[in-house]
């Protein structure tokens, strides 16, 4: 067992605005986080020799089925909230230690100078048992965050390692649906290689922390893609938050394709199924909704979980990320389910077959045994505004823009948290003057989405894209309304954004509306610890960029009072 502290700064909440070093107030442990700090290394050492010899024949297909894959989901593994299972995450070091040692043997002695320039340590490391596997996680100078040493490089090798993180939960969706990308992976590769290149500058660093914003922008117009062509376009959708009478099942997560499973499944097994937290889109597209028995969406953002799990009564699959560990006496710890990249210590795994698909009867069966859900709220939400949608009501929009009926529409897109600052949020869209529309998507939405804001000339004024990923849908919005007005900037839009974070997902948002050119955003309900206080300063002098103070204040910044 180590005895070392750890160093994670990669979300919102990290410990006292600077980072977390003993445990995660993600509930993270610091052998996990070490052992996660070592799988990135891993998916570095691999990088190395996959981006020699991805154009080669000779390993291509090992490449093509297998890297890809793994350097995704060793990435995802290590997204705030997703995985807490050490031996999961050991198993995935060995297997990346595996695939590296598969890729040596095509390497050649005309090659030899491009590893090298990484050094040996990286492409050489290895252990003979777990402990000493625990042991080299250990070493926080070799394999974690501060082994870099000056503050700027590290900053922004992070923040690109953290964009990363959040394509790479993208590129796993889309995966998960058979579409792909080759440049993705290929961008994944020199940004990888770029964390560990002591060569590049602070500029270099800069440029590709753009670049990745670049193709944060097409793996999420990839992950669109796939889910409008496997599931339909989201349409307006009326969902049900109440409780039914029968057993149900809560899906979590992300996964559309694990829910469009599950629904499967389970249409005639008399259970209901309902989404939660980042699910709740799930209701909005076609192929998803037609199901009888997908019931609603059942409590709130990720972070108030241990409340709604106990009053579920019913089985939980996490499908992803979002992971609050439970009390020790929590009633629902036995019945929560886990695949792709989510896990936690004792929680089952969902059989996987071997043509990849999943296999949902053990969680079927145990929600024919539980209780109906307590009704903790009634009534309905509307959502299913993705870019679709909202360009179907194009002439309704330019007319009330036209005419004044709208003034401004404000982009709340993002994550939601624990901070009790979160407040300001539904404040915010509470204050926000009746000739203002939302814009949103992510769980940032649980804030305000339940209140009763209204509607401009029967447009709702909270329009819902969906998950994080739909985001992008703002910006397809966003550059067809700067067509249709004749604007040379974006910028010069009736357009503002006051967007909360809370992990890598919605660093990779950020910086693909940096590299759309989108200005002066204000991020809260902090700015990023992983920021140093040059590479803030670089980001609010070129894009404006700002954090919140009170909504009074951020009113008056926006010309809305």
């Excluded at 009867?361 to 009704?375: D, G, H, R, W």
């Excluded at 915010?428 to 949103?440: G, N, Q, R, S």
Aim: charged share 25%.
């Amino acid at each position: 067992m180590s005895t070392n502290n750890m160093f994670c700064y990669q979300c919102q909440e990290t410990a006292q605005g600077t980072g977390c070093t003993t445990i995660g107030v993600c509930g993270k442990k610091a052998d996990t986080s070490a052992l996660q700090d070592l799988l990135i290394y891993t998916a570095k050492g691999l990088a190395i020799y996959s981006s020699i010899l991805r154009k080669r024949e000779e390993a291509k297909k090992l490449i093509l089925d297998k890297v890809n894959r793994y350097l995704v989901n060793s990435l995802f593994v290590t997204i705030t909230n997703a995985n807490f299972d050490d031996e999961a995450i050991i198993n995935e070091i060995k297997e990346g230690l595996k695939l590296r040692e598969d890729l040596k043997k095509y390497i050649k002695d005309s090659d030899k100078n491009m590893v090298e320039r990484y050094g040996s340590e990286i492409i050489n490391w290895h252990f003979d048992s777990d402990e000493e596997l625990q042991a080299y996680a250990d070493k926080q100078d070799v394999v974690g965050v501060l082994r870099t040493k000056n503050e700027d490089i590290r900053s922004l090798r992070e923040l690109l390692i953290y964009g990363l993180k959040g394509m790479a939960a993208y590129a796993e969706h889309a995966m998960n649906l058979g579409k792909t990308q080759e440049d993705i992976f290929e961008f994944t590769e020199k940004a990888l290689l770029a964390s560990i290149d002591d060569s590049l500058s602070v500029e270099d660093l800069i440029a590709l922390v753009l670049d990745c914003g670049h193709h944060g922008v097409k793996v999420m117009a990839l992950l669109d893609e796939a889910n409008t062509s496997a599931f339909g376009n989201p349409e307006m959708t009326k969902i049900k938050i109440g409780a039914g009478t029968r057993p149900g099942i809560l899906i979590s997560g992300h996964d559309l394709y694990d829910l469009k499973q599950l629904l499967e499944q389970s249409k005639d097994s008399g259970i209901d199924i309902y989404t939660h937290s980042e699910m709740l889109p799930g209701h909005f597209y076609p192929e998803l909704k037609k199901y009888a028995h997908f019931y609603g969406n059942y409590g709130n953002a990720w972070w108030d979980q241990r409340k709604d799990f106990t009053n579920f009564n019913g089985p939980i699959v996490f499908t992803t990320n979002c992971i609050v560990p439970p009390l020790k006496n929590a009633s629902y710890k036995d019945r929560v389910f886990t695949t792709n990249a989510a896990g936690f210590p004792g929680w089952k795994r969902i059989k996987v077959n071997k043509d990849g698909t999943k296999d949902f009867s053990e969680v079927i069966e145990l929600a024919k045994t539980c209780q109906a859900p307590n009704e903790i709220e009634s009534g309905e939400i509307v959502g299913g505004f993705a870019h679709n949608q909202v360009l179907s009501l194009a002439d309704t929009i330019v007319e009330n823009i036209k005419s004044g009926a709208i003034r401004k529409f404000i982009v709340m897109s993002g994550c939601d948290g624990r901070m009790a600052k979160r407040d300001y949020y539904t404040e915010f869209a509470e204050k926000l003057p009746k000739d203002t529309i939302i814009l949103t998507s992510g769980c940032a939405k649980f804030r305000y989405n339940k209140l009763n804001l209204g509607d401009i000339n029967g447009i709702p004024r909270v329009l819902d894209a969906g998950q994080c990923n739909d985001s992008y849908s703002w910006a397809v919005v966003a550059l067809k309304l700067k067509e249709v007005f004749g604007l040379n900037d974006i910028n010069d839009l009736p357009i503002a954004f006051n967007v909360a974070w809370y992990e890598q997902k919605a660093v990779i948002v950020l910086l693909a509306l940096l590299y759309l050119g989108v200005k002066n955003i204000h991020l809260g309900p902090t700015l990023p610890a992983f920021l140093s206080p040059n590479v803030a300063k670089v980001l609010v002098e070129n894009f404006c960029i700002a954090g919140m103070t009170t909504v009074d204040e951020d009113l008056k910044k926006f010309n809305l009072i």
